[in-house]
């Protein structure tokens, strides 16, 4: 008898510490990024549908966007009021009544839809790595890399197969916007039992609360700016990068297919980045790698257009796809606390998203400017010496005090 509660304490344990947490973070990370990216393919299909103007179309991808950059800073002030585990849940519940609400099929609620989902997004952006620092604390390395590709893979899935499941379901845009509503009902359920365990621990985490002023520490901003400078560059050549190509000579179906595999080959070193980084003293030596895979891919394109662009996509991919991973890991590395991380993970997203904000508009300004893409890479050149040498203050073993 004693045995038998032994193994069903084990399993219980196993469940609520290790497998629900671990489960909940990965259908987290796949409602981060994926109503998202779902919206692009079906734009021209929602915009037909409600009488929008281009800029209108525009405005359902930047709400979301200024919705990170201007509240990622409070909800890391906010996670002093609640629990983790609780604001996730409520994060969740945010964002499953923007996807309802997005949905609706008037000009209205689809607005008001997004700046809802956008909302509840930028919070699961910013709490996600310090529930990781908090609850896996000898294994972040490897559960931020799995937390990355799922966010990661997913957004790429919901892009391919958006406008497939509009038709399959009968439902148009509406049905490929909504199949997301599932995913964070079922996100749901498993954080729902999560947030009840936890409410015993609700003494303990409040102890590792502190007053540190987050914008006083040098390293914070270092990192800040390092995670803003990777956004940009990847967001410069996602929204740029099809037009580019088109003007080289490259058929327009072709460079769409050069964007994928850049998007692609981003997920293996998006995965093996953080435990790389996790078992490094410091990350040195992987700031480098991201800074010259950038310029050498950047380089390749100035020179030699179409002739190497696979392998300068794939390059920047799997660059892009490490700076990504490597920003989220300072997040965990550089602090003591889950508390300390989910603040500085709201410091350098706010910061991140601003900067990245940036970048497409001043690639597009600069194309304008001298009637040539090489200004715009050049411009792009220049921002991966500025990623160098924050990159490689923010990897120095230290923690923000």
Request: aromatic share 12%; proline share 3%; hydrophobic share 55%.
């Amino acid at each position: 008898m004693n045995k038998h509660k032994k193994s069903l304490k084990s399993k219980t344990k196993f469940c609520f510490e290790i497998f629900l947490p671990f489960m909940g973070i990965l259908f987290v990370a796949a409602t981060l990024r994926a109503p998202l990216s779902t919206l692009g393919p079906v734009l021209t299909e929602i915009s037909k549908s409600l009488h929008l103007s281009n800029s209108e179309a525009g405005l359902l991808t930047t709400i979301p966007l200024m919705a990170f950059a201007f509240l990622s800073i409070f909800v890391g002030q906010l996670s002093r009021k609640l629990s983790i585990e609780k604001f996730l849940l409520f994060s969740i519940v945010l964002l499953i009544v923007g996807l309802y609400i997005r949905v609706m099929g008037t000009v209205f609620t689809l607005f008001l839809g997004s700046a809802i989902l956008g909302v509840a997004i930028c919070i699961g952006n910013v709490l996600v790595p310090g529930y990781i620092k908090k609850t896996f604390p000898n294994k972040s390395g490897m559960v931020i890399g799995f937390y990355s590709v799922s966010m990661n893979l997913t957004a790429a899935l919901a892009s391919g197969f958006s406008i497939a499941i509009g038709k399959l379901s009968g439902l148009g845009w509406k049905g490929s916007l909504g199949i997301w509503i599932w995913v964070a009902v079922f996100s749901f359920l498993i954080w729902l039992p999560i947030v009840l365990k936890s409410r015993g621990t609700a003494k303990a985490q409040k102890t590792e609360k502190s007053n540190l002023n987050i914008f006083k520490s040098p390293l914070a901003w270092q990192i800040s700016i390092f995670m803003g400078l990777q956004s940009l560059m990847y967001y410069s050549l996602v929204t740029w990068l099809p037009m580019l190509l088109q003007d080289f000579g490259m058929p327009n179906e072709e460079s769409g297919w050069v964007l994928s595999f850049m998007q692609m080959a981003m997920l293996p070193l998006t995965f093996l980045g953080p435990i790389i980084a996790s078992k490094l003293s410091n990350q040195k030596s992987l700031v480098l790698i991201v800074a010259a895979g950038m310029f050498i891919s950047v380089l390749l394109i100035i020179f030699f257009k179409l002739q190497y662009v696979y392998a300068a996509v794939i390059l920047f991919g799997m660059s892009s796809g490490l700076s990504f991973s490597l920003s989220m890991m300072f997040f965990v590395l550089r602090t003591t606390d889950s508390h300390t991380a989910t603040k500085i993970s709201g410091m350098a997203q706010s910061v991140g998203y601003l900067l990245a904000a940036f970048g497409p508009p001043i690639f597009g300004k600069l194309y304008e400017y001298g009637n040539t893409w090489n200004l715009s890479l050049y411009f792009l050149l220049v921002v991966v010496i500025i990623i160098l040498v924050v990159g490689l203050k923010a990897a120095r073993d230290r923690l923000i005090k």
